[in-house]
């Protein structure tokens, strides 16, 4: 995906960015305003579900004086705010039909002007905007416009969940922590153990949970080195559940010898594991590359699975499971 952004940032194409709830689609928008030519203009975002429908049209377009009752001075929109520079639309299936019609025009004329007034105005702006929402299926419901999805649906950009990332999850909270003592709270350091938990929770708020849990530790545990135990008990949980099925897999593989006992001394630690990852490889091969399935056919959790394919360098082989 880093390469796919990398050729999009500097270009003035929109761009449809796709994901969960939290995973950071709104930081994706930043990096790709400040890799554009745009990056000296200004970074304007709205999120279109936060905004109520009477007051949508004047949030993005601005107002005249007397436009409407309460406009008692003129007031600028995002779009105008934005001027050469970046607007980001989040939340873009939240919007309203009436107000999609109203945008699409501007994002086909590149014109707008304000509530109450007759002036036209240049929308010099990238337009970015990002939806947790399914827009085919919006669409299909009669929520969304099909011509303003293929408007925005220009260079889509699908942002994966966290848990499905890999080794973002020590690198954001890095960055997380890095900030935080920017802001003057004490350094952090999570033990091995720490972090491998980190690595066994499915995140289910995405990256904003990450963020959220290098907030509470920097403020809790400032200075100081932390270790499972002084994370919250859902992630202990999660440490005690891979420990469990460790001892499962170990005790199958006791309870139905699969080799003869050589007569030699050998390296028992390493015949397990070549075993384990033989085991791996036949159910990723056997379920399509798909880690849930594969999980459920050797009664792993999938976490615990993901874990045994990164400490085998097989974690190429996974395929999303949503």
Not at 226 to 250: G, H, N, Y
Request: charged content about 25%.
């Amino acid at each position: 995906m880093t390469a796919m952004l990398g050729k999009v940032a500097p270009t003035e194409s929109t761009v449809l960015i796709l994901g969960e709830s939290g995973t950071g689609k709104e930081v994706l928008a930043q990096c790709l305003h400040r890799h554009s030519s745009r990056r000296d203009g200004p970074f304007v975002a709205i999120n279109c579900g936060a905004i109520p429908e009477a007051l949508m049209e004047s949030e993005l377009f601005g107002h005249e004086k007397g436009a409407f009752t309460g406009a008692l001075v003129t007031r600028k929109g995002r779009f105008e705010l934005a001027q050469g520079g970046t607007i980001f639309l989040d939340e873009i299936a939240e919007m309203s039909p009436q107000m999609q019609v109203k945008l699409l025009r501007v994002l086909q004329e590149r014109h707008f002007e304000r509530v109450g007034g007759s002036r036209s105005f240049q929308a010099d702006v990238r337009v970015l905007a990002a939806t947790h929402r399914n827009l085919e299926e919006r669409i299909r419901d009669g929520a969304f416009r099909e011509d303003l999805y293929y408007r925005l649906n220009i260079f889509p950009v699908e942002v994966p969940p966290l848990r499905d990332r890999g080794g973002d999850v020590h690198l954001l909270f890095r960055h997380f922590l890095q900030c935080l003592e920017e802001e003057g709270h004490g350094p952090v350091v999570l033990s091995e153990a720490g972090l491998a938990a980190l690595d066994a929770y499915p995140w289910p708020g995405n990256v904003r949970e990450l963020q959220n849990l290098a907030e509470r530790l920097a403020i809790l545990h400032g200075g100081e080195r932390i270790e499972v135990t002084d994370l919250p008990a859902r992630f202990r949980a999660c440490v005690e559940d891979i420990a469990q099925d460790e001892r499962q897999s170990l005790a199958a593989i006791w309870s139905e010898p699969m080799a003869t006992l050589p007569d030699e001394p050998f390296d028992l630690k390493q015949h397990l594991e070549d075993i384990e990852k033989d085991l791996l490889l036949q159910a990723m091969t056997a379920c399509d590359q798909v880690v849930a399935r594969a999980a459920q056919r050797l009664g792993l959790r999938r976490t615990t699975l993901v874990e045994k394919l990164k400490k085998y360098s097989l974690a190429s082989l996974r395929k999303c499971s949503n």
